[in-house]
């Protein structure tokens, strides 16, 4: 069993910057892939990046970020980070970390692949 708690989301205007980060709980972190998903209100959750296990910290977005999001890993601290840059009004929605074990980065678009959720951080973006 594997559990990911969020750090606190938050308010932030527009054009600013936030960085969420996610704990994960046991001895076999270096062994999931990771990824992070958001759902704004009335809509579907969506994918938004992920990053493989093991040493080769291969990474994957969503092409809608645009280079503005940047997911890293710290094995020895069993953390994900979320580095979100240049915010805006449409970014604001619940964000969650996901673990999936032994899955490649991409394949973390694809929901039946996560194993684990963490429960969500309020993320509001002000225009």
């Known amino acids: 069993q594997v559990q990911l708690v969020e750090s606190a989301g938050g308010l932030v205007q527009a054009g600013g910057s936030l960085r969420l980060s996610c704990a994960a709980s046991?001895?076999?972190?270096?062994?999931?892939?990771m990824g992070w998903f958001r759902q704004a209100p009335g809509k579907e959750r969506e994918f938004l990046a992920a990053i493989r296990g093991g040493n080769t910290y291969y990474t994957y977005y969503a092409d809608s970020l645009k280079g503005r999001f940047t997911i890293s890993r710290d094995n020895d601290r069993n953390t994900v980070y979320l580095q979100m840059n240049n915010l805006k009004p449409e970014d604001t929605a619940i964000y969650y970390c996901?673990?999936?074990?032994?899955?490649?980065?991409?394949?973390?678009?694809?929901?039946?692949?996560?194993?684990?959720w963490g429960q969500g951080t309020q993320v509001t973006v002000s225009s």
């Open positions: 046991g001895r076999t972190f270096s062994r999931y892939a």
């Open positions: 996901a673990a999936a074990f032994g899955r490649t980065a991409q394949a973390m678009r694809d929901m039946t692949a996560i194993n684990y």
